[in-house]
């Protein structure tokens, strides 16, 4: 059995699926532009929280983030934990911070980071570097998916 269609009808299946996949895009688009926003929203209310004194919130909003990578939270968070700042005093952890915002080109980090590692010793800054791989690969893993 042989299938013929007109040129009329074949044009205006193509057209369905050419529309068809272009609302497909725009979805994904849309909702990639969505998330994007909405993760500018929760570090720019991190960023008022902390202004306003609000550390706790500022540490909820910028924590996802950065371990999804955001190199300005990683570095906002390296801050928090190197001054103590809303969070107990932890330089292991405000190291693996800086060190992941570092690794995306911080240069705030950076410096931070050199700043840190001064009074540390090296079996802290192995530790850090050990935990700071770990959520190197987490962070890359979910992002290549």
Do not use: C
């Amino acid at each position: 059995m042989v299938f013929s269609i007109s040129s009329r009808t074949y044009v205006h299946l193509t057209l369905r699926l050419t529309m068809r996949r272009i609302l497909a895009t725009l979805a994904v688009v849309g909702a990639l532009l969505f998330s994007a926003g909405s993760a500018r929203a929760d570090f720019d209310d991190g960023v008022a929280a902390a202004q306003r004194g609000d550390y706790a919130t500022a540490f909820r909003e910028f924590l996802p983030l950065a371990e999804q990578g955001n190199r300005m939270a990683q570095t906002n968070l390296g801050f928090m934990y190197a001054t103590g700042t809303g969070v107990p005093k932890n330089i292991d952890n405000a190291y693996m911070w800086f060190s992941l915002a570092k690794a995306q080109g911080d240069e705030n980090a950076a410096g931070f980071l050199d700043i840190l590692k001064t009074p540390m010793t090296p079996s802290q800054i192995t530790k850090a570097q050990a935990r700071d791989d770990k959520l190197w690969e987490k962070h890359h893993y979910l992002t290549s998916l």
